[in-house]
């Protein structure tokens, strides 16, 4: 069984633009959640959808947004980049039918330049 | 608001001894979990608890979790070099996928 896929892996972006990262799923799982990891704020939740519907909402500002697809594909957008911005965004899935092992893709590094 | 320590934050051992990573979370969960990083790597999952008196096992690595103390422990034995990485509990909070991780535990093995 493939594991949870991200694209791209690594991306690099000025201040003021705007990014789009993808998270395919574990086949059959229909949760999906995203993390922002920092080396001084650590790993932090940014939001979970679960069948095309955000489930609930980290403490990030309006910047940050995602969505679901009906195919459980997941993608976030991050809009005028900031500096801080910079980290590794991790997708993670799970059945979300109990709690559930959540499994973490590969990650994203986005560099904010 | 949940609020997840672990402790110690840094750990540098040496080969073929016993530790123990403690992790404390400020209110009720349902479920802990344990994760593994490697440098550049991604999270790798070690355990998922889910009641009082847990524990499981799998290799040198024992997690334990005592719900009424708000703890959970991730006890390595006789450590071995492949063991050094950062590790992550995580404290679920509302729905399935919301996560609050503690800050780590990097752990250096070392000969």
């Known amino acids: 069984k493939a594991g949870v896929t991200q694209t791209p892996r690594y991306l690099i972006k000025t201040r003021g633009q705007q990014v789009t990262l993808s998270c395919s799923p574990i086949s059959g799982h229909r949760s999906v959640s995203w993390y922002q990891q920092t080396p001084g704020q650590g790993l932090q939740f940014l939001f979970e959808?679960?069948?095309?519907?955000?489930?609930n909402k980290g403490n990030f500002p309006g910047r940050f947004s995602g969505r679901q697809f009906s195919n459980s594909r997941s993608e976030m957008n991050v809009s005028t980049l900031e500096l801080g911005d910079s980290a590794l965004y991790l997708c993670?899935?799970?059945?979300?039918?109990?709690?559930?092992?959540?499994?973490f893709g590969p990650g994203t590094r986005l560099t904010v330049l | 608001e949940l609020k997840v320590e672990q402790n110690p934050l840094f750990l540098s051992m040496q080969e073929g001894k016993n530790y123990t990573i403690y992790c404390n979370y400020s209110?009720?969960?349902?479920?802990l979990y344990w994760y593994r990083q490697d440098p550049g790597k991604s999270l790798e999952s070690l355990f998922v608890?889910?009641?009082?008196?847990a524990v499981k096992q799998e290799g040198r690595l024992m997690a334990s979790l005592d719900t009424k103390a708000r703890l959970s422990t991730l006890h390595i034995t006789a450590a071995v070099h492949d063991l050094s990485a950062t590790y992550f509990c995580?404290?679920?909070?509302?729905?399935?996928?919301?996560?609050?991780f503690g800050k780590g535990t990097k752990l250096s093995v070392k000969p």
């Open positions: 993670a899935s799970s059945l979300a039918t109990g709690p559930d092992t959540q499994y």
């Open positions: 209110t009720t969960s349902d479920r």
């Open positions: 995580a404290v679920g909070q509302g729905s399935q996928g919301n996560l609050i």
């Open positions: 959808y679960f069948s095309e519907t955000q489930r």
């Open positions: 608890l889910l009641s009082n008196g």
